[in-house]
């Protein structure tokens, strides 16, 4: 049994690292001067899971490197470090987790969220067992029913492409996402938004920001996903974020967050998935060599 768990580890970690840049393309550039001082940042970020003693100080040095050659990449490579050293490493920061035997997001409801602002939770998708939703992914899909129900202006977007070893019906996570909302939890069609191709937390948060520009009304964000998937979203979401308005000027702000409780099915690093997807984003934003 646990070499079986061992193997389904492995796997899963071969699939993401293979999906970690699909979908995940973005017009933007960063100044050629920067490339290297943001691969030394994400380092810098590394470092500091182990040893923090003096890696924000070093990270906010490269920050200001990297602003001197291009304003626009400086304020990417902030997001990118205040998400890290406010949210990603604070032990205390508050995840605010569904109560199952709720019908409504009171969690949320004691926070300053606006119930009146037009609002967008992005539901994360995961990984399909033989063509069909996990616990896990149901669990997700009941948590954003809950805030769903407390922000009546809000819509959902679910987002998660094809997958699972066993899904001769190619079955899209956003797919059976929708259905299981509509179906079981009651949510109204209309307020449904799905993203049927990401692959990995990079597409998940590009794919949603297009679906919000291509509506131009909602520039307010809550993550919907599993406790221990949480910060590592945040991380990527909100750094791609920074992105997106330097690249289209649409502006996003990530907010709060509601997360179904649960540890992962299978060993995953989470500290390992979150470094290699910033430099999958920082591949992604490389000009090309002339």
Same mark, same amino acid.
């Given at each position: 049994?646990?070499?079986?768990?061992?193997?389904?580890?492995?796997?899963l970690t071969v699939l993401m690292?293979?999906?970690?840049?699909?979908?995940?393309?973005?017009?933007?550039?960063?100044?050629?001067?920067?490339?290297?001082?943001?691969?030394?940042?994400?380092?810098?970020?590394?470092?500091?899971?182990?040893?923090?003693?003096?890696?924000?100080?070093?990270?906010?040095?490269?920050?200001?490197?990297?602003?001197?050659?291009?304003?626009?990449?400086?304020?990417?490579?902030?997001?990118?470090?205040?998400?890290?050293?406010?949210?990603?490493?604070?032990?205390?920061?508050?995840?605010?987790?569904?109560?199952?035997?709720?019908?409504?997001?009171?969690?949320?409801?004691?926070?300053?969220?606006?119930?009146?602002?037009?609002?967008?939770?992005?539901?994360?998708?995961?990984?399909?067992?033989?063509?069909?939703?996990?616990?896990?992914?149901?669990?997700?899909?009941?948590?954003?029913?809950?805030?769903?129900?407390?922000?009546?202006?809000?819509?959902?977007?679910?987002?998660?492409?094809?997958?699972?070893?066993?899904?001769?019906?190619?079955?899209?996570?956003?797919?059976?996402?929708?259905?299981?909302?509509?179906?079981?939890?009651?949510?109204?069609?209309?307020?449904?938004?799905?993203?049927? *191709?990401? &692959?990995?937390? &990079?597409?998940?948060?590009?794919?949603?920001?297009?679906? &919000?520009?291509?509506?131009?009304?909602?520039?307010?964000?809550?993550?919907?996903?599993?406790?221990?998937?949480?910060?590592?979203?945040?991380?990527?979401?909100?750094?791609?974020?920074?992105?997106?308005?330097?690249?289209?000027?649409?502006?996003?702000?990530? *907010?709060?967050?509601?997360?179904?409780?649960?540890?992962?099915?299978?060993?995953?690093?989470?500290?390992?998935?979150?470094?290699?997807?910033?430099?999958?984003?920082?591949?992604?934003?490389?000009?090309?060599?002339?």
């Amino acid at each position: 049994m646990r070499f079986g768990r061992r193997i389904a580890a492995v796997i899963l970690t071969v699939l993401m690292l293979l999906a970690a840049g699909a979908g995940a393309e973005s017009e933007y550039r960063l100044h050629p001067g920067n490339v290297e001082l943001f691969e030394n940042l994400v380092s810098v970020l590394k470092g500091s899971i182990r040893k923090p003693e003096g890696t924000e100080e070093a990270a906010e040095a490269l920050v200001e490197q990297i602003r001197e050659n291009s304003e626009s990449d400086g304020r990417i490579a902030g997001q990118m470090t205040e998400e890290w050293f406010r949210n990603y490493l604070d032990g205390d920061y508050p995840l605010r987790k569904y109560n199952s035997k709720k019908e409504t997001a009171e969690e949320l409801e004691d926070t300053d969220l606006d119930r009146e602002t037009p609002r967008a939770f992005i539901v994360l998708g995961y990984r399909l067992k033989d063509g069909e939703m996990t616990r896990e992914l149901k669990g997700r899909c009941k948590a954003a029913a809950a805030a769903a129900r407390s922000f009546p202006e809000s819509v959902l977007i679910c987002t998660g492409g094809v997958t699972g070893s066993n899904n001769p019906s190619r079955h899209s996570e956003a797919g059976m996402m929708k259905k299981y909302l509509i179906r079981s939890c009651g949510v109204d069609e209309a307020r449904i938004r799905t993203d049927p *191709d990401a &692959l990995s937390t &990079l597409a998940n948060a590009w794919n949603s920001f297009r679906i &919000l520009q291509s509506e131009g009304e909602i520039h307010e964000v809550t993550l919907v996903t599993s406790t221990y998937h949480m910060k590592w979203a945040r991380e990527i979401f909100r750094t791609i974020a920074a992105v997106f308005r330097e690249e289209t000027g649409y502006g996003i702000d990530i *907010d709060e967050n509601y997360c179904y409780a649960t540890a992962p099915t299978v060993t995953v690093d989470v500290n390992y998935q979150v470094i290699n997807q910033l430099r999958a984003l920082i591949r992604d934003l490389t000009p090309e060599a002339e």
